[in-house]
């Protein structure tokens, strides 16, 4: 999989500062310095620039070039790293529910820990609030990163339904996936379809995430808003290419390539 030096090099990325040893706590620290280092975007798809899957494609792009992912990307980045420090880790394909009485296809890269017999969810390539920390996969058994609740509940159709509730709203459903084990290539037909489909939200405007310990730091489009909490506490207009640009340097520490259009 990835080489010592690869994942010196993915520790320095992520800020990582636990050791190599399979453990709950380093697995925790490893989503956490994903999703606070390395962020949702989607500047490829909409300057039409070829996806790769490829372990070592998604290296250089995001380890060595400074960039970030969608879920496909970013998720397969973190479960080559997984695998090459020996954790026991399954790939399943999810659904997402945020359409009410909408099936959706699937279109989510699902990753599964197994540590000291329990079972993991762990997710770093949503753009919208997200846990922060491994979900143990526990029908009904509440859990919290700091800002959310989380629980699974079981569906005859979806499978397990991950449930959250933000501060002063109510459970929502997030996305649901049932347990067929997929190899690399089973994403490849989804999200070559997320990248050039006409109908696809992924191609046609920037959507941008980072996350801190409370908080998440969302683009789309021209809107750049900051949620504290779950609860949107900043919002602004993105007037200008240049002022993209350098929010994209300074806030998601993303190293815009030379030429891409942003707005």
């Known amino acids: 999989m990835y080489s010592k030096e690869q994942i010196k090099r993915y520790f320095q990325r992520i800020k990582y500062t636990g050791t190599a040893e399979k453990s709950l706590e380093n697995l925790t620290l490893l989503q956490k310095g994903h999703l ?3 962020p949702y975007e989607t500047l490829d798809q909409m300057n039409g620039v070829p996806l790769s899957l490829d372990k070592q494609d998604l290296f250089n792009k995001i380890i060595l070039g400074n960039r970030g992912g969608y879920c496909f990307e970013t998720q397969g980045l973190l479960y080559y790293l997984l695998k090459s420090l020996g954790y026991d880790v399954v790939q399943y394909a999810g659904r997402f529910m ?4 909408v099936i959706q296809m699937r279109r989510h890269r699902i990753l599964i820990v197994t540590l000291d017999g329990k079972r993991y ?6 753009r919208a609030e997200t846990s922060r920390i491994p979900l143990e996969l526990t029908e009904g058994l509440v859990q919290t990163d700091g800002v959310g609740q989380y629980r699974f509940e079981w569906d005859d159709f979806y499978g397990h339904v991950l449930y959250q509730k933000l501060p ?13 084990v997929q190899i690399d290539d089973d994403f490849v037909m ?5 990248e050039k489909h006409p109908d696809s939200p992924f191609n046609k405007i920037m959507k941008i995430a980072i996350y801190t310990d409370d908080s998440n730091l969302n ?14 506490v900043e919002e602004s207009i993105i007037e200008s290419q240049d002022e993209a640009r350098k929010m994209l340097d300074e806030k998601f520490g993303i190293t815009v390539p030379e030429g891409y259009r942003l707005l």
Request: proline share 7%; aromatic share 18%; charged share 30%.
């Open 36 to 38: 606070y280092n390395i």
């Open 98 to 101: 945020n359409e009410p009485n």
């Open 121 to 126: 969810l762990c997710d770093v390539g949503m």
């Open 168 to 180: 002063d709203k109510e459970w929502k459903p997030l996305y649901a996936f049932t347990e067929e």
């Open 190 to 194: 989804p999200s070559f379809y997320c």
């Open 219 to 232: 683009i789309v489009d021209n809107e750049y808003k900051v949620y504290k909490m779950g609860k949107c």
